[in-house]
T-cell receptor, first 112, second 114 residues
Framework: EDKVVQSPLSLVVHEGDTVTLNCSYEVTNFRSLLWYKQEKKAPTFLFMLTSSGIEKKSGRLSSILDKKELFSILNITATQTGDSAVYLCAVRNSGGYQKVTFGTGTKLQVIP | DTAVSQTPKYLVTQMGNDKSIKCEQNLGHDTMYWYKQDSKKFLKIMFSYNNKELIINETVPNRFSPKSPDKAHLNLHINSLELGDSAVYFC?????????????FGPGTRLTVL
């Protein structure tokens, strides 16, 4: 069964800090890894990673994938209170069913 | 607005009732999903449809029955509701299932069973 484990489960930091969120996975026939941010409502898409070692960047957020060691990290620099959310990691397999498996999420709280 | 929409946003009902949640996407996607998110925020896939055909059916009680009248719609009907069905149900859609595409989520339907 496909499995996604995120750590830490929760994190409290001060504004301006840099955080690193971790995601490790076991999946049959890996196709892609996705990061989402969930505030009060629906998850919103951040990044999709398919190749090892290529950093994806969007403003203060960046992410990288290691397909050999089966993990990804999401970095947030100069955190702001608006970054407070649950960050979800998911993996999609390339089997006939294209299943997407989510991790339990990391709850990030940024305090002023 | 191009989006994934769900109705209703909130649903409060008694045990034993039957209810439906509707989902529509106007993004031109051909794959749609239903997820259940529990109180601990764990998102678990329930069903996936590709071009109106069921392609994923996880271990979900057969009280839950999805129906896809066309590519843009995926509805979820729940019979004989139980307390444990209380959760947020998210609909999502994505581009062709053969590719590495992200999913776009609807706003969720918070179901409370009393």
């Amino acid at each position: 069964e496909d499995k996604v484990v995120q750590s830490p489960l929760s994190l409290v930091v001060h504004e301006g800090d840099t955080v690193t969120l971790n995601c490790s996975y076991e999946v049959t026939n890996f196709r892609s890894l996705l990061w989402y941010k969930q505030e009060k409502k629906a998850p919103t898409f951040l990044f999709m990673l398919t190749s090892s070692g290529i950093e994806k960047k969007s403003g203060r957020l960046s992410s990288i994938l290691d397909k050999k060691e089966l993990f990804s990290i999401l970095n947030i620099t100069a955190t702001q209170t608006g970054d407070s959310a649950v960050y979800l990691c998911a993996v999609r397999n390339s089997g006939g069913y294209q299943k997407v498996t989510f991790g339990t999420g990391t709850k990030l709280q940024v305090i002023p | 607005d191009t989006a994934v929409s769900q109705t209703p946003k909130y649903l409060v009902t008694q045990m034993g009732n039957d209810k439906s949640i509707k989902c529509e996407q106007n993004l031109g996607h051909d794959t749609m999903y239903w997820y259940k998110q529990d109180s601990k925020k764990f998102l678990k896939i329930m069903f996936s449809y590709n071009n109106k055909e069921l392609i994923i059916n996880e271990t979900v009680p057969n009280r839950f029955s999805p129906k896809s009248p066309d590519k843009a719609h995926l509805n979820l009907h729940i019979n004989s509701l139980e307390l444990g069905d209380s959760a947020v149900y998210f609909c999502a859609s994505s581009l062709p299932s053969g590719g590495a595409y992200e999913q776009f989520f609807g706003p969720g339907t918070r179901l409370t069973v009393l």
